[in-house]
């Protein structure tokens, strides 16, 4: 096999990212837009020791699980990468991927449920962020393509609310009559770098403008444009950020129409959303992942609960209405004192909320409080390993652990059985249908329990 060969393949697998997986010539050829069963004819792009990337020219043989996909850059776009799919198939995959998991990185054999489907397969996220760039005469607003900053426009994404299509059109009106400056990422000049767009479930909108500065050109012509198009929506904000970065909002933001937040129920409780708030893009599912986790931890009146990277305060304000009482740890001090008001604008005075390193205030929280119950929802990269064996030394009965990656999952899972916790069934939620992601819930008990 030589780059740039023309080759026949028999798809086996789907890859983590999506892709399609063949063998030739004793190589795992990775194909882009192929699909299990079915036969395709590929181009060699790239050719390493081990395998090959492969450009999907035709398919041969179709799957009867592949579907039209109804967005128009589907393939270019970076974002989802199963729109082609069908969505039962989606979420088998989703239930063989985290098997997969725990079998192949926990070499543990724990029961995967089947994933609990979404309400929604398309429009279900309430939030996104839209790099901007300058491609000659014309603004790209859209998402980056796979594996790179180049942006592929992108004029109506399915997977969000379509008032966001829109605002998204009032935006490009606004940019090109009042020629705003493009942020270039190379050579940091510029003033629009992102558009985020967020909107709860009352249909109420908060769109942020990231800039590369203090200020925006023409500001009454940009809010007349929603006062009298959109009014849904409530909240402009610029968000200031001047450092040469790759993250998308910087520490400061102005309101300058409507109000600086939002408000999202979740489960019959009031949040405070602003434009660096962290919450789940999915309600529904966000509900249906927690209502999952309370089942599965079974919490009773009389339970201390510790709930570890509690953000917000989401969850913990949750477990406190099933709950005796409830601490939350969070490393993002504003996230705590969202967090804080977040219980009082609900009323619930059981629920206190640290800000610190998780490992640091772990050992001194376990030493004075009886803990019953502990809840952990942390970060793609998972536990520190620290932090696990001091749960597991701590002797607490139960561990609800909620992780929306199934590869450190199943480590985490593999180190706690090493401790003396076994983990019950793992319940996927999809909380991302047309993408390859997948959060998972499971409980860890005692083995001598």
């Known amino acids: 096999m030589k780059k740039n060969d023309s080759i026949e393949l028999t798809i086996d697998d789907l890859g983590t990212d999506g892709q399609g997986i063949g063998h030739a010539e004793g190589l795992a050829v990775f194909v882009d837009g192929a699909l299990p069963g079915e036969t395709v004819r590929a181009k060699v792009i790239a050719l390493k020791k081990s395998y090959a990337v492969g450009k999907l020219d035709e398919v041969l043989v179709p799957s009867p699980m592949r579907t039209c996909p109804p967005c128009r850059v589907f393939g270019k776009c970076g974002g989802c990468t199963l729109q082609h799919l069908s969505y039962a198939a989606q979420l088998q995959f989703k239930q063989n991927h985290v098997q997969g998991c725990m079998q192949r990185i926990g070499k543990l054999d724990i029961p995967v449920n089947f994933p609990l489907p979404a309400r929604h397969e398309y429009r279900y996220r309430n939030k996104a962020a839209f790099p901007v760039r300058q491609d000659g005469e014309q603004v790209d607003i859209g998402f980056y393509a796979a594996h790179s900053h ?6 109506d994404c399915k997977i969000e609310p379509s008032d966001f299509q829109i605002v998204m059109s009032q935006l490009r009106v606004w940019i090109v009559k009042n020629k705003i400056p493009v942020y270039d990422e190379k050579s940091h000049t510029g ?37 009298f198009v959109l009014p849904q929506v409530k909240s402009i904000m610029l968000n200031c950020n001047t450092k040469r970065t790759n993250t998308i909002l910087g520490d400061r933001s102005i309101c300058i129409y409507g109000k600086d937040h939002l408000f999202e129920t979740l489960g019959g409780l009031e949040f405070k959303v602003g434009p660096n708030t962290f919450l789940q893009v999915n309600p529904a599912q966000t509900e249906a992942l927690y209502n999952t986790l309370f089942r599965m931890l079974a919490l009773t009146p009389s339970d201390t609960v510790l709930d570890l990277y509690c953000g917000v305060g989401t969850i913990s304000l949750a477990a406190a209405r099933r709950a005796r009482r409830v601490i939350g740890i969070e490393i993002v ?9 977040n219980a009082k604008l609900n009323d619930i005075e059981t629920a206190e909320f640290f800000a610190g390193d998780t490992a640091e205030l772990l050992p001194s929280v376990l030493e004075r409080e009886n803990v019953s119950a502990v809840i952990v929802d942390p970060p793609r990269k998972g536990l520190d390993e620290a932090v696990v064996r001091m749960l597991a030394s701590s002797g607490v009965s139960r561990i609800g652990y909620v992780s929306c990656n199934p590869s450190t999952l199943a480590r985490d899972l593999a180190l706690f059985k090493e401790l003396g916790y076994n983990a019950g069934i793992v319940q996927p939620v999809d909380m991302f249908p047309q993408t390859t992601h997948v959060e998972c819930v499971t409980v860890l008990s005692k083995a001598n329990g």
């Open 333 to 341: 001090g504003e996230a705590v004192e969202a967090a804080k008001f």
């Open 191 to 227: 003033l629009l770098r992102h558009i985020v767009l967020r909107e709860n479930k009352a249909g109420e909108i908060m769109l942020v403008l990231c800039i590369n500065g203090e200020d925006i050109p023409n500001r009454s012509h940009l809010i007349m444009l929603f006062e």
């Open 150 to 155: 180049r942006i592929v426009d992108v004029d």
